[in-house]
């Protein structure tokens, strides 16, 4: 069984049944919620990190050393935290830590997959994507550093796109001989349309933040 650590910088987060525990951690007023409390914690896990400002909650990618590549125990972990939000809260946003958004699916974690598994794999991804961009609370996705593959497709499910000068949005699932997953077939025509949609999927062609920002890729 898999295992996310979400830390929450105010104590008392609110959770539901069956969807973990929340454990104070001893002197630090921060609590740890574990959407599998029975599970056992690995050395080695993804976390998503999450504060709070008034009615808004920071929900932030923190796997830094391999870029905020997401693995199935973080889309896991989105799906959870974005189907039962914490109550009270009127926005979400979504950020990633370090230099980077996110450099979409961590690839090593399909290196021997079998097809049925990959379908697999896709279908948690657009379960988790769903609440995000069909929930009740609107999220806001703020860019920097990569936003490419599956990290665009997840930005794409946001109601509204932050980039930061230095962000730079790419699909480069066509070079490694896969195809986006996640729903970005669906979403990311609706904001940059069909005809560039290909053309990046095609070439690899990047776009920087200033030049995307009129094509539709963020706000």
């Known amino acids: 069984m898999?295992?996310?650590t979400v830390k929450d910088s105010y104590r008392g987060y609110p959770t539901r049944r069956g969807l973990g525990r929340a454990k104070a951690r001893p002197g630090s007023g921060i609590s740890i919620y574990d959407p599998n409390p029975?599970?056992?914690?690995?050395?080695?896990?993804?976390?998503?990190?999450?504060s709070r400002r008034g009615p808004v909650t920071l929900l932030r990618l923190s796997r830094t050393a391999k870029r905020?590549?997401?693995?199935?125990?973080?889309?896991?972990?989105?799906?959870?935290?974005?189907?039962?939000?914490?109550?009270?809260?009127?926005?979400?946003?979504?950020?990633?830590?370090?230099?980077?958004?996110?450099?979409?699916?961590?690839?090593?974690t399909i290196t021997e997959t079998t097809p049925a598994a990959g379908i697999h794999?896709?279908?948690?991804w657009h379960r988790a994507f769903e609440p995000i961009e069909h929930g009740?609370?609107?999220?806001?996705?703020?860019?920097?550093?990569?936003v490419i593959g599956g990290g665009l497709e997840l930005a794409a499910a946001a109601h509204i796109r932050?980039?930061?000068?230095?962000?730079?949005?790419?699909?480069p699932e066509g070079m490694h001989?896969?195809?986006?997953?996640?729903?970005?077939?669906?979403?990311?025509?609706?904001?940059?349309?069909?005809?560039?949609?290909?053309?990046?999927?095609l070439t690899g062609r990047t776009y920087g933040a200033e030049e995307g920002a009129p094509l539709g890729f963020s706000q």
């Open 68 to 108: 905020n590549a997401l693995n199935p125990e973080m889309i896991a972990g989105i799906e959870r935290f974005c189907r039962r939000p914490p109550e009270g809260i009127r926005a979400i946003v979504l950020h990633g830590d370090g230099n980077h958004f996110s450099a979409g699916l961590d690839l090593s």
């Open 2 to 4: 898999s295992t996310i």
């Open 162 to 171: 932050v980039a930061e000068r230095p962000a730079y949005d790419a699909l």
């Open 136 to 146: 009740q609370v609107p999220v806001i996705a703020v860019l920097h550093g990569a």
């Open 38 to 50: 029975d599970s056992r914690e690995e050395t080695m896990m993804s976390l998503l990190e999450t």
């Open 177 to 201: 001989g896969i195809f986006v997953g996640g729903g970005g077939s669906v979403r990311i025509p609706r904001l940059i349309d069909t005809a560039r949609m290909v053309d990046i999927m």
């Open 121 to 124: 794999i896709s279908r948690s």
